[in-house]
T-cell receptor, first 114, second 113 residues
């Protein structure tokens, strides 16, 4: 158990809908990262938050947004969903931002857009 | 920018065979290098890491050596087990500028009894 909790584990929805994925980092970890894993793109970095502030953006679509709350949990919001958004979304946490430390991953949310 | 290239899978081996999964990287400065493993239905977990040139990371019989001259970090294991069947990801984390972890596409390993 990595200590990172993601909910829900599975999500099935329709095109055009909006969903929210939730992540609770390990106790004490300030950094949260969101990654999207798909068969054709591999593991793609979406966005990072550090202690409530956005720190870095990767290949995140404008239809997607995220935030980190004062209790350090994070939510990833996906709107106007398309079939191609179907993927496994991972959250990871680490103790600090700009270090060489490892990431601790949650078990992911499997999103299926029908 | 930073990038990681891994050999494509799946890699299919018999139990007790020797394993090599190739990984090369492109990065500025002196990145840290990692191998993560993803078992079915689970998130990625760190397998081993190396933070400077010529360092060897090792764990659970797996090894990888940070080769700056060839920009490589190949994963090896002398004798694989069925339980090693998983997807293996090579990753780097930059030392300055972009410190966001960059992952390879992953290599699936299937070990048959």
């Amino acid at each position: 158990d990595s200590g990172v909790t993601q909910t829900p584990k599975h999500l099935i929805t329709a095109t055009g809908q909006r969903v929210t994925l939730r992540c609770s980092p390990r106790s004490g970890d300030l950094s949260v990262y969101w990654y999207q894993q798909s068969l054709d793109q591999g593991l793609q970095f979406l966005i990072q938050y550090y202690n409530g502030e956005e720190r870095a953006k990767g290949n995140i679509l404008e239809r997607f947004s995220a935030q980190q709350f004062p209790d350090l949990h994070s939510e990833l919001n996906l709107s106007s969903l398309e079939l191609g958004d179907s993927a496994l979304y991972f959250c990871a946490s680490s103790p600090r931002g700009p270090t060489n430390e490892k990431l601790f991953f949650g078990s992911g949310t499997q999103l299926s857009v029908l | 920018g930073n990038s990681v290239t891994q050999m494509e899978g799946p890699v299919t081996l018999s139990e007790e065979a020797f394993l090599t999964i190739n990984c090369t990287y492109t990065a500025t400065g002196y990145p840290s290098l990692f191998w993560y493993v993803q078992y079915p239905g689970e998130g990625l977990q760190l397998l081993l890491k190396a933070t400077k040139a010529d360092d060897k990371g090792s764990n659970k019989g797996f090894e990888a050596t940070y080769r700056k001259e060839t920009t490589s970090f190949h994963l090896e294991k002398g004798s694989v087990q069925v339980s090693d069947s998983a997807v293996y990801f090579c990753a780097l984390r930059g030392s300055g500028g972009s410190y966001i972890p960059t992952f390879g596409r992953g290599t699936s390993l299937i070990v048959h009894p």
